[in-house]
């Protein structure tokens, strides 16, 4: 029926409207900068621990290729260097005794596997005589609150030695060359002692919550002296997810898109128009019929 | 204007005006009365209805548009900051007990100079973030910079109305240097490794504030996306960095 026209362009443009406005919201940009790509590391330091043995350099190798990554000259007994960042893989690490050129054959070598996020030592270990590269696993984590510690003995003079936090034993009549694993402990100032059979020592160790340790027993001419190490520290409290630190005073924010708003007007308009025209047509008509039927 | 070309208006109730006699001739053209039910049959008169309505709310809906719409203001170029002078914190400590607490950070390549106020958790278990966007803040929590683990400063991107203390966080590139003065007046010097971007629904916590066994910093401020309806940036800006030996 004639009436219905309007109604039928109505729908049509909405529909026409609808569509717009879809496509519109389909293409709103989200791109967003992809993070850079960032290569996968671990961490390794080395040690010299073996008392009769004279200084080294140590070499670090990716393993395939025969250009050293890292030296480090001279290391002598009771060194331990600080953690080195390197690309996750396999590497050798080997010793020469200190000055000797870098293509000579290595006295000692061994290998490693670093994978991401997780820390190494290779030390140097056991008499001269039957010195070896100790690759151990070390930990990042702590129990919550707790501090974790373990000791290396590296005394040649006193064979087998004891090791208390306090009244807690961290290690019981530890061999030469040894490692114990790590014991959680309460965080806090500690009294570590650590006594062989005719010789002992004491320090006081601070080892905060969240912290892991090494406690390394080494020969000092003549008597036992403690080297401790922060192998690793963490936060007391891991915040959760992300922060909220921005409110958007620098970000841009296109208003909405005018188009849909300006279809909307523009099609009502044509609608009131349309209908505003049948209206004053119809009404012609009826005056017309009016004044003939007079 | 379609509502006023109408025909003529009746002035009582239809009973009335049917009793009143009037010519047969003349009430067969009148119209049906304005009401709802009559103006069903009248087609034309509601299509004039909502196109009227619809042009109305069209211009009312650009106007809401335009307005929404926000442009921040314009930033100048970075303000020159030297590289504080004192003595830096070396060798790269092997206990924790090696750093005293931070009082100041510096980043010359991004012109950042700033107080370290001191931030918590909050109850919800997030990081406290600093209470004005012109200063950066410590999380107490975390190592302190130069000892050994990660310790992590924190800053606002922006304020509602222009840039805040790491505006320009994202621009830095690796090896750029970054500054931590301490109480006792010694430097941690740290050197930056990598800039990432996660969104907050991935953020690698453990990754970001868990333990490390060297002295690293992390700087965390907005980036992304910037939500108007929660009034929150979807992602974050994290910025490594290791002491520098």
Same mark, same amino acid.
């Given at each position: 029926?004639?009436?219905?026209?309007?109604?039928?362009?109505?729908?049509?443009?909405?529909?026409?409207?609808?569509?717009?406005?879809?496509?519109?919201?389909?293409?709103?940009?989200?791109?967003?900068?992809?993070?850079?790509?960032?290569?996968?590391?671990? =961490?390794?330091?080395?040690?010299?621990?073996?008392?009769?043995?004279?200084?080294?350099?140590?070499?670090? =190798?990716?393993?395939?290729?025969?250009?050293?990554?890292?030296?480090?000259?001279?290391?002598? =007994?009771?060194?331990?260097?600080?953690?080195? @960042?390197?690309?996750?893989?396999? =590497?050798?690490?080997?010793?020469?005794?200190?000055?000797?050129?870098?293509?000579?054959?290595?006295?000692?070598?061994?290998?490693?596997?670093?994978?991401?996020?997780?820390?190494? @030592?290779?030390?140097?270990?056991?008499?001269?005589?039957?010195?070896?590269?100790?690759?151990?696993?070390?930990?990042?984590?702590?129990?919550?609150?707790?501090?974790?510690?373990?000791?290396?003995?590296?005394?040649?003079?006193?064979?087998?030695?004891?090791?208390?936090?306090?009244?807690?034993?961290?290690?019981?009549?530890?061999?030469?060359?040894?490692?114990?694993?790590?014991?959680?402990?309460?965080?806090?100032?500690?009294?570590?002692?650590?006594?062989?059979?005719?010789?002992?020592?004491?320090?006081?160790?601070?080892?905060?919550?969240?912290?892991?340790? @090494?406690?390394?027993?080494?020969?000092?001419?003549?008597?036992?002296?403690?080297?401790?190490? @922060?192998?690793?520290?963490?936060?007391?409290?891991?915040?959760?997810?992300?922060?909220?630190?921005?409110?958007?005073?620098?970000?841009?924010?296109?208003?909405?898109?005018?188009?849909?708003?300006?279809?909307?007007?523009?099609?009502?308009?044509?609608?009131?128009?349309?209908?505003?025209?049948?209206?004053?047509?119809?009404?012609?008509?009826?005056?017309?019929?009016?004044?003939?039927?007079? | 204007?379609?509502?006023?070309?109408?025909?003529?208006?009746?002035?009582?109730?239809?009973?009335?005006?049917?009793?009143?006699?009037?010519?047969?001739?003349?009430?067969?053209?009148?119209? /049906?009365?304005?009401?709802?039910?009559?103006?069903?049959?009248?087609?034309?008169?509601?299509?004039?209805?909502?196109?009227?309505?619809?042009?109305?709310?069209?211009?009312?809906?650009?106007?809401?548009?335009?307005?929404?719409?926000?442009?921040?203001?314009?930033?100048?170029?970075?303000?020159?900051?030297?590289?504080?002078?004192?003595?830096?914190?070396?060798?790269?400590?092997?206990?924790?007990?090696?750093?005293?607490?931070?009082?100041?950070?510096?980043?010359?390549?991004?012109?950042?100079?700033?107080?370290?106020?001191?931030?918590?958790?909050?109850?919800?278990?997030?990081?406290?973030?600093?209470?004005?966007?012109?200063?950066?803040?410590?999380?107490?929590?975390?190592?302190?910079?130069?000892?050994?683990?990660?310790?992590?400063?924190?800053?606002?991107?922006?304020?509602?109305?222009?840039?805040?203390?790491?505006?320009?966080?994202?621009?830095?590139?690796?090896?750029?240097?970054?500054?931590?003065?301490?109480?006792?007046?010694?430097?941690?010097?740290?050197?930056?490794?990598?800039?990432?971007?996660?969104?907050?629904?991935?953020?690698?916590? *453990?990754?970001?504030?868990?333990?490390?066994?060297? /002295?690293?910093?992390?700087?965390?401020?907005?980036?992304?996306?910037?939500? *108007?309806?929660?009034?929150?940036?979807?992602?974050?800006?994290?910025?490594?960095?290791?002491?520098?030996?």
């Amino acid at each position: 029926m004639n009436h219905q026209a309007p109604v039928r362009r109505v729908l049509r443009l909405l529909g026409a409207c609808a569509l717009l406005t879809g496509w519109l919201a389909a293409a709103a940009p989200a791109a967003l900068a992809s993070p850079a790509t960032h290569q996968a590391t671990g =961490y390794l330091r080395l040690a010299h621990l073996s008392p009769n043995t004279p200084p080294v350099d140590v070499y670090l =190798y990716s393993v395939g290729n025969s250009n050293a990554m890292v030296v480090v000259h001279h290391v002598a =007994y009771g060194t331990v260097s600080t953690y080195q @960042t390197v690309p996750v893989g396999d =590497y050798t690490v080997a010793m020469r005794g200190a000055g000797k050129p870098s293509s000579s054959p290595p006295v000692l070598s061994t290998t490693v596997k670093i994978q991401a996020g997780h820390a190494y @030592t290779v030390a140097g270990v056991g008499p001269a005589a039957g010195l070896r590269l100790a690759v151990l696993n070390d930990t990042l984590t702590t129990p919550k609150g707790r501090s974790l510690v373990r000791v290396i003995q590296a005394s040649l003079k006193e064979k087998k030695v004891t090791v208390m936090d306090g009244s807690k034993a961290l290690a019981s009549n530890l061999a030469f060359g040894s490692v114990t694993s790590y014991v959680s402990v309460a965080p806090g100032t500690a009294d570590i002692k650590a006594a062989g059979g005719t010789m002992s020592t004491s320090k006081s160790v601070g080892l905060p919550a969240d912290t892991t340790h @090494t406690i390394v027993v080494l020969d000092d001419p003549g008597h036992l002296t403690i080297d401790p190490l @922060t192998d690793a520290a963490g936060s007391n409290l891991l915040p959760s997810g992300g922060t909220a630190t921005g409110f958007g005073g620098m970000a841009p924010r296109p208003g909405s898109s005018p188009l849909p708003w300006a279809a909307a007007t523009a099609f009502g308009a044509l609608v009131a128009v349309a209908a505003a025209t049948r209206l004053r047509g119809r009404r012609r008509s009826w005056k017309a019929r009016g004044s003939h039927a007079r | 204007m379609g509502l006023t070309s109408r025909g003529p208006r009746p002035s009582g109730p239809r009973l009335a005006d049917a009793g009143a006699g009037t010519a047969p001739a003349r009430r067969k053209h009148r119209r /049906p009365h304005l009401s709802l039910l009559a103006l069903v049959g009248r087609p034309a008169v509601v299509a004039a209805g909502i196109g009227v309505v619809l042009a109305g709310s069209g211009v009312a809906g650009l106007l809401m548009a335009s307005h929404r719409g926000y442009t921040p203001p314009r930033v100048g170029p970075v303000k020159p900051v030297l590289a504080p002078a004192g003595r830096p914190q070396t060798p790269v400590p092997q206990t924790s007990a090696h750093a005293s607490a931070p009082v100041s950070l510096t980043i010359p390549s991004i012109g950042v100079r700033s107080r370290l106020v001191r931030l918590g958790i909050t109850k919800s278990g997030a990081l406290q973030v600093p209470a004005t966007t012109t200063v950066a803040g410590w999380y107490t929590g975390s190592p302190r910079p130069g000892a050994i683990g990660s310790s992590v400063i924190v800053g606002h991107v922006d304020s509602s109305t222009g840039p805040g203390i790491f505006y320009r966080l994202h621009l830095l590139h690796p090896s750029n240097l970054i500054y931590v003065r301490q109480k006792d007046g010694r430097l941690a010097v740290f050197r930056v490794n990598s800039v990432h971007q996660y969104t907050k629904r991935g953020f690698p916590t *453990v990754k970001v504030y868990g333990p490390a066994p060297t /002295p690293q910093l992390r700087l965390i401020t907005c980036g992304g996306t910037f939500d *108007v309806q929660t009034g929150h940036y979807l992602s974050n800006i994290v910025v490594y960095a290791t002491m520098a030996s």
